[in-house]
């Protein structure tokens, strides 16, 4: 057995005897005396090995990078010059008495101290690229978080509960993984996107406060923080509105961020309104450290005759807002130009903008190329609602309100990063009073903001169904530097209310009874009023670690095209196995 970590020795050892496990991090010959920097999950302690011992000496001699070794030997103080400030175990280094080698090992494909491996090769030798100890200190403060986690909810007399993993596709707005069921051929279990709707059937159940850090698979496109599989907490409770709800979770999170990491949030947490996030920010996600705002100038621009302000100040669904940028006329006008082409993704068609070079000329002072398009009056306006002053630059967007907000809000995002303009390490913020339903263009039908169980603030069914489009919802969702970190809502408590929604969403009687009769038949039978919410366990821990992907912070992750590079899932499938499913592959028509 061994006695210590090697990242655990310091000047206390001193003249102790140790007897030590781990990995060759790096060998050095100095002169007929070997160093062997010796790794394992706590760090590295430095170990001495002189030609006095001739036996051990030699094995020493012929250990390579990533050979697993076990040694045994004194701790002493390093010799005076020698001390490394920078190492835990830097005081002192372990004179060697024996070593055996336990498991030689190839030449790693990369380098544990390279900083420029593709992810490709990294996911491939994900075992080599775990041993990195960053990559460990991500999933040992990952098991911290999820232990003050489950310690706050337990002591908050929550229950840890279990739910099915096998189960029934519900509607969670991404794709479900399918598992076809051999024992009832023809039909198909889904694996959860959450456990949704059998947490509320705990709340029926009496369970009153249930938790669960529990898997979750959306077969979505993948981006820096998404993955067809992640992990949440998931939390239900009754007889609490969402006031009390959201308070006792900003205690949680709050004594997470000063235990792991010393740091004081603000109490409590801000609240902001949907609304109020869109029109300042663009985005219900708002990082608050970022001190651009979106100014509305619709009202400026109805009357001009520049179409392209105009147009969208004097529609239903349009809107034209500025971008204040201090100092921001120092931009290129190439710096400009990639800016217009990133928010064209977005579905922009222009960034107009206005250089403010001398306030006190007037527009004389001014720079644009819509300038001739726009009254005195009107820019002069501009100028005092944007609070310009000398050396800032205004960026427009016009267009339909959800294209603007999108565009804007990205570009505040991209200009706060590439400006150096964050103010503060952390800001979080709740944001709350969602709307109840978003209207589906293409499908010409109500889509839920959230999920068809969320409560909404209105009660009376009647008054929803005149206008869903104004009914606002019991949903809250809490974001830390421009990420969700969690999501939840006072759930739906009646069957009679569940059943409009549902009908208002466009399912019918029939589908509903097919879809969700379990839960229709079960707010029958005495179901309490209830509420939760979940958080991102891989996002918070990305967050908290400074990563600027979730998949730094899961062990065996998946690429952006949803494959394991480690294992080569997915792969086929054995051919009786189909027959036994009573599956018959479609032919590909492309190419091998």
């Known amino acids: 057995m061994r006695s210590d970590y090697c990242g655990k020795l310091n000047s206390s050892y001193i003249d102790q005897e140790v007897k030590l496990y781990g990995w060759v991090h790096r060998r050095r010959d100095h002169g007929g005396v070997i160093f062997i920097d010796l790794r394992d999950r706590e760090g590295i302690a430095q170990v001495v090995f002189d030609p006095d011992r001739p036996a051990s ?30 190492m835990a175990t830097g005081e002192v280094e372990i004179l060697g008495y024996n070593i055996e080698i336990l498991n030689k090992a190839k030449t790693p494909p990369f380098q544990l101290d390279d900083t420029n491996v593709h992810d490709d090769v990294k996911l ?17 403060l990952r098991s911290q978080v999820v232990k003050e986690m489950r310690k706050y909810l337990d002591e908050k007399g929550f229950l840890d509960i279990e739910t099915p993993m096998l189960t029934k596709a519900t509607p969670e707005g991404a794709r479900d993984y399918l598992v076809p069921s051999r024992t009832h051929p023809g039909t198909f279990f889904a694996l959860p ?57 900003e205690e949680m999170i709050y004594l997470l961020f000063k235990k792991i990491m010393n740091v004081d949030l603000p109490q409590p947490f801000p609240r902001m309104t949907y609304t109020e996030a869109m029109e300042r920010f663009g985005s219900d996600r708002p990082d608050l450290r970022n001190p651009l705002e979106l ?39 190439k710096q400009i130009d990639d800016y217009t082409n990133y928010i064209a993704q977005f579905g922009a068609r222009g960034l107009a903008y206005i250089k403010v070079n001398d306030i006190e000329a007037g527009v004389e002072g001014l720079q644009s190329p819509i300038l001739k398009f726009l009254p005195k009056d ?4 501009i100028i005092e609602r944007t609070k310009a002053t000398d050396g800032d630059l205004i960026f427009f967007g016009a267009d339909k309100t959800k294209i603007v907000n999108d565009a804007l809000g990205a570009l505040r995002n991209k200009l706060g990063h590439d400006l150096d303009l964050l103010q503060g390490e ?56 421009g990420t969700e970190l969690g999501g939840g809502s006072i759930r739906i408590h009646r069957a009679e209310m569940q059943s409009a929604v549902l009908e208002l969403l466009g399912i019918g009687e029939e589908e509903a009874q097919e879809k969700f009769g379990f839960l229709l038949e079960a707010l029958d039978f005495g179901c309490p009023p209830h509420g939760g919410i979940a958080f991102g366990v891989d996002r918070t821990v990305m967050l908290m670690t400074g990563s600027d992907s979730i998949r730094d912070v899961i062990a065996f992750p998946k690429t952006q095209s949803a494959s394991c590079l480690l294992t080569t899932a997915p792969s086929k499938a054995n051919p009786r196995q189909l027959k036994e499913l009573g599956i018959k592959l479609a032919k590909s028509n492309k190419p091998e």
Not at 306 to 321: C, L, Q, T, Y
Not at 378 to 381: A, D, E, G, K, W
Request: charged share 25%.
């Open 295 to 333: 100014i509305d100038v619709s009202d400026l621009m109805k009357t001009v005759e520049f179409k392209v302000f105009s147009g969208p100040a004097n529609m239903e669904d349009g809107r034209v807002v500025t971008l204040n940028v201090p100092c921001g006329n120092t931009l290129s006008r």
């Open 378 to 381: 009107v820019i002069t306006n």
């Open 57 to 86: 000496f030699t094995v020493a001699d012929s250990v390579r990078n990533e050979f697993v070794i076990q040694i045994t030997g004194k701790v002493r103080r390093r010799p005076e010059g020698t001390i490394n400030s920078d």
């Open 124 to 140: 491939k030798y994900r075992y080599v690229d775990l041993r990195r100890p960053e990559m460990q200190n991500n999933l040992r």
């Open 193 to 249: 996107q959450s456990p949704q709707l059998f947490k509320q059937l705990l709340m029926m159940s009496g369970m009153d406060r249930y938790y669960q850090i529990v898997r979750c698979f959306r077969d979505e496109d993948l981006r820096a923080d998404r993955q067809p599989e992640f992990t949440q907490l998931d939390i239900e409770t009754s007889f609490m509105d969402e006031n009390e709800i959201t308070v006792i979770m």
């Open 426 to 481: 952390w800001s979080p913020v709740w944001v709350i009073d969602f709307p109840m339903f978003n209207y589906n263009q293409d499908e010409k039908c109500w889509d839920s903001l959230h999920h068809p169980f969320t409560a909404p603030i209105v009660e009376d069914i009647d008054v929803i169904k005149e206008n869903p489009g104004k009914t606002l919802s019991r949903a809250y969702d809490l974001v830390m530097n």
